[in-house]
């Protein structure tokens, strides 16, 4: 098992497939999941000759299950500890979700700085702030995380069979075609996780205001969001990165759901590709 420790000791799995001179990708998962949540993404770009590389997230899927460092600074860190570790240049970062707010921490902060990120794209992503703030009026109120950590804390295992049931995929909608396979790998990820790394990452991934690292973003970057995303509020995630972003791209998929990188992935990864090479 590929693994690296970082400055403070946290053990960080990853994958990475293809020729080491090839272009690298690298994939940044959503909560509260792991870099299995790309396979598609990851055998796709594999088999177009790229290099893929993936983490898991501390606290997530098969690295360390520390009792700290579960917010953004840490995540963008341990990104940047593994691109450093495997040496990746001119790479390809693309976050879906909670992994959208942590490649553009880790674009801003890092790879730009250090002359490492060619591009970057940002699928059903968190920033600027998914939270109702001052700044952002129209964001949801704090008693909607409030109530994902207390059920995640009566039973997480129920809580996150719902997610996977119903919102995250868009099942619960009229006339969905229903997947359990699908459901059931993400419980099956989400379980393998660290109970207090998910109830805390609820914090890193609803307050944490981005609009400073999206500001900062100057390579180009695409921003990829259903307007069916019952999770992620499309207004409020990537119609506001495409105006606050340098060099953005905007496309809405109707009637997509948060899980699109799955349940569409031909689409997204034909759509990403193009991206990648123009």
Same mark, same amino acid.
């Given at each position: ?9 946290? !053990?960080? %799995? ?33 088999? =177009? ?7 898991? @997230? @501390? ?5 360390? =299950?520390?009792? %700290? ?11 940047? /500890? ?12 693309? +976050?879906?979700?909670?992994? +959208?707010? !942590? ?7 890092? $790879? ?47 809580? %996150? ?5 119903? *919102? ?12 359990? /396979? ?5 419980? @099956?990820?989400?379980?393998? +996780? ?11 991934? *609803?307050?944490?205001? =981005?609009?400073?690292? #999206? ?10 969001? $259903? ?11 990537? !119609? #506001? ?8 791209? #905007? ?9 699109? #990188? ?11 590709? /193009?991206?990648?090479?123009?």
């Amino acid at each position: 098992m590929s693994t690296i420790t970082t400055q403070d000791g946290t !053990e960080i %799995f990853y994958k990475d497939w293809g020729p080491k001179d090839a272009q690298p990708i690298m994939f940044h998962h959503g909560w509260p999941l792991s870099s299995d949540d790309w396979d598609s993404q990851m055998l796709f770009f594999y088999n =177009q000759g790229f290099r893929v590389v993936a983490h898991d @997230r @501390r606290g997530h899927g098969r690295s360390a =299950q520390v009792d %700290f460092g579960h917010d953004m600074d840490h995540y963008a860190s341990d990104a940047a /500890a593994v691109v450093e570790h495997l040496d990746l240049r001119n790479a390809i970062h693309i +976050g879906h979700s909670t992994g +959208g707010g !942590e490649v553009a921490a880790y674009v801003a902060r890092y $790879g730009i700085p250090q002359g490492r990120v060619a591009k970057a794209i940002l699928v059903a992503s968190v920033p600027p702030i998914m939270l109702d703030t001052e700044r952002y009026p129209d964001g949801l109120p704090l008693a909607v995380f409030d109530g994902l950590r207390a059920a995640q804390a009566a039973n997480r295992a129920a809580f %996150f069979r719902d997610v996977a049931d119903t *919102s995250f995929y868009g099942f619960n909608r009229p006339g969905a075609k229903v997947i359990p /396979a699908v459901a059931d790998n993400w419980w @099956r990820q989400g379980m393998m +996780g660290s109970m207090l790394a998910h109830y805390q990452g609820i914090k890193a991934f *609803s307050e944490t205001d =981005q609009t400073d690292d #999206l500001k900062a973003m100057t390579v180009p970057t695409l921003v990829l969001q $259903g307007d069916d995303d019952q999770l992620v509020p499309y207004k409020h995630a990537a !119609e #506001l990165q495409a105006k606050l972003l340098p060099d953005a791209q #905007l496309k809405l998929y109707p009637g997509y759901s948060h899980g699109m #990188l799955t349940l569409n992935a031909d689409e997204l990864n034909a759509d990403m590709l /193009a991206f990648i090479r123009g």
